[in-house]
């Protein structure tokens, strides 16, 4: 157990549908980050939230929606994917954004059919 | 920008054997380096984290040590087993850019021991 987790840990959807990603730490940490590994390649950072703000969108395409309600919480919202976006996608926390060891939760597995 | 070198990508050893892992960046200007285990499907766990004021770490059959300077971290496992089979993952978090660095990970190297 890391102190960061996610649900669901699998999930498969159809392109027309929507869906929520969550994830949850239990570290009191301030920043936040959500990153996409498809097979053989290496981790993409996708969004950073530090103390409820984004402070970085890496060119995610827009069906990919993130929240960040609270320190301890951050959402990735789905709509209308493309088979493509099937990858496990990473939650990870972080004390303080830039400083600290990164803590990851244990991944979505997302299959988009 | 910082680029993260982990070679060879995969590497597979006979039980008991002690191996090291390697990892090399291109800018010395770190706050930390973090080593991570992943098994397939899984997350990533971490196993060392190495801030940039010191030399190395170690967990149990797990060292790692940094040398700033060079741009090399290496992790070395002890009396290895099948259960150290998994893909591990060098990531080093830089100082410029300040609170907006980000960890810049290898490919990782995927280990396989046999019985």
């Known amino acids: 157990e890391t102190g960061v987790t996610q649900t669901p840990r699998h999930l498969v959807m159809g392109m027309t549908n929507k869906k929520s990603l969550k994830c949850e730490q239990h570290?009191?940490?301030?920043?936040m980050y959500w990153y996409k590994q498809s097979a053989k390649k290496p981790l993409e950072l996708m969004f950073v939230?530090?103390?409820?703000?984004?402070?970085e969108n890496n060119s995610v395409p827009s069906r990919f929606s993130p929240e960040c309600p609270n320190s301890s919480h951050l959402f990735l919202h789905l709509h209308t994917l493309q088979p493509e976006d099937s990858a496990l996608y990473l939650c990870?926390?972080?004390?303080?954004?830039?400083?600290?060891?990164?803590?990851f939760g244990p991944g979505t597995r997302l299959t988009v059919t | 920008k910082q680029e993260v070198t982990q070679i060879p990508a995969a590497l597979s050893v006979p039980e008991g054997e002690n191996l090291v892992l390697n990892c090399s960046f291109t800018?010395?200007?770190?706050?930390?380096l973090q080593w991570f285990r992943q098994d397939p499907g899984k997350g990533l766990t971490s196993l060392l984290l190495i801030q940039s004021s010191q030399r190395e770490q170690t967990s149990g059959r797990l060292n790692a040590s940094l040398d700033k300077s060079s741009g090399r971290s290496t992790l070395y496992i002890a009396a290895s087993q099948p259960g150290d089979s998994a893909t591990y993952l060098c990531a080093v978090l830089s100082s410029r850019g300040g609170a907006n660095s980000k960890l810049t990970f290898g490919k990782g190297i995927t280990l396989s021991v046999r019985p």
């Open positions: 800018d010395s200007a770190i706050y930390n």
């Open positions: 990870a926390s972080r004390r303080e954004l830039g400083k600290g060891g990164q803590y």
């Open positions: 939230y530090n103390f409820k703000e984004q402070t």
């Open positions: 570290l009191g940490h301030n920043a």
